[in-house]
Structures are given as structure tokens and as C-alpha cells.
């Protein structure tokens, strides 16, 4: 009788000290969570959220050349601060370096690291300050000359340095040329 009224009382035993234990975490839940309502914390963004490397291979076979281009975020970032509904916002764009490689018949021709601070004297004054390097692109071959693209902007804006990089495969010389965009 002693053992047909043990295993009964364990079992209610078992059952009772688990729904308590649920109830404790759903009481942490909702603390938690009226603690943040009693916060009132700027809503802060960074874009992108975290740190990453994009590497872009380009292989014209015909030729032998390999063009590589590697994105890398930086810690630093530009701050983009607004207002919604009497609310502060802030949006953080992380900027970034961009290492070119080119190489051909696997002998290496150009490997150089681009920021944006050395693109400051094509800016106005201040613009570095504000502004990301969004990004920069392998555009084409042509006649023994390398097409690459970059893009220098300030965030949600049209306002950019467009530019142009010219690598001369015979010569070995990189030249650069600005975009200018006269649709103003």
C-alpha cells in the first residue's frame, strides 16, 4: 500500500514543481519586457549589422588576367541621425576599404588597398567626413586596358564622387578619372 500511494505523490510532485518553474520564466518575461518600455533608449542601426568581407573574382580567360575585389567593413561608420515622430533615429553606415588585386598569367600586376580619404581632394571640403565607400566594380576589358568603377557617397543621399579606374596592362599604370554627372 506504501508503494501503490509513493508513486502517485511523486508524480503530482514532479508535475507541480513544473508548472511553477514555467510560471517564474513567463513572470521574468513580462518584467523584462516592462523594463524596456521604462527605458527610453535612442533606436540605434548599424547598416550593415555587422562587420563582413564581400570578394568579387573576375577571369578573363582569353587573356590570362584575374581581377579580384575585396570589400572589407570598417569599425568606423558615418552617423545619419533624423527624427520620426519627435523620436531621435540613428543609422549607422559602416564604411569600407577596397583591396584590388590583378594579376596575369599568375604573376601579380597591381595589389593596392583604397579608402576613402585618399579620394578627398576630388570632395568638397567636409564630404569625406560624411560620406562611405559604397563600393567599387570590375566594369570591363578593353584593348589592354582594365575598367574598374568606384562609388564614394553620403548615405541616403544622391550626393557621390563617381570615378573611374584605368589599369593599363601593357604600361602597368593605374589612372584615375572622376565621373562628372551634369543631370542637375
Not at 570578394?55 to 581581377?67: G, P, S
Not at 569600407?96 to 604573376?107: C, D, G, H, R
Request: with cysteine; glycine share 2%; hydrophobic share 35%.
Amino acid at each position: 500500500m506504501k508503494n501503490s500511494l509513493l508513486i502517485p505523490t511523486l508524480t503530482l510532485f514532479l508535475f507541480a514543481c513544473n508548472s511553477q518553474t514555467e510560471r517564474k520564466s513567463s513572470d521574468l518575461n513580462s518584467v523584462e519586457s516592462s523594463t524596456d518600455k521604462l527605458i527610453n533608449r535612442e533606436p540605434v542601426r548599424f547598416f550593415p549589422d555587422k562587420k563582413g568581407v564581400e570578394k568579387y573574382d573576375t577571369l578573363i580567360v582569353d587573356q590570362q588576367v584575374q581581377v579580384t575585389i575585396i570589400k572589407t567593413d570598417l569599425d568606423s561608420y558615418v552617423k545619419f541621425e533624423y527624427d520620426i515622430e519627435g523620436k531621435k533615429q540613428i543609422d549607422n553606415y559602416r564604411d569600407a576599404e577596397i583591396a584590388l588585386t590583378i594579376k596575369q598569367k599568375a604573376q601579380t600586376l597591381l595589389d593596392t588597398v583604397f579608402r576613402k580619404e585618399q579620394f578627398s581632394k576630388y570632395g568638397d571640403k567636409g564630404f569625406i567626413d560624411i560620406a562611405i565607400f559604397h563600393n567599387y566594380w570590375f566594369n570591363k576589358l578593353d584593348n589592354d586596358k582594365i575598367e574598374l568603377f568606384g562609388v564614394i557617397s553620403k548615405p541616403e543621399t544622391d550626393w557621390t564622387i563617381d570615378f573611374h579606374h584605368y589599369f593599363d596592362l601593357t604600361n602597368r599604370t593605374l589612372t584615375f578619372k572622376q565621373e562628372i554627372n551634369d543631370e542637375e
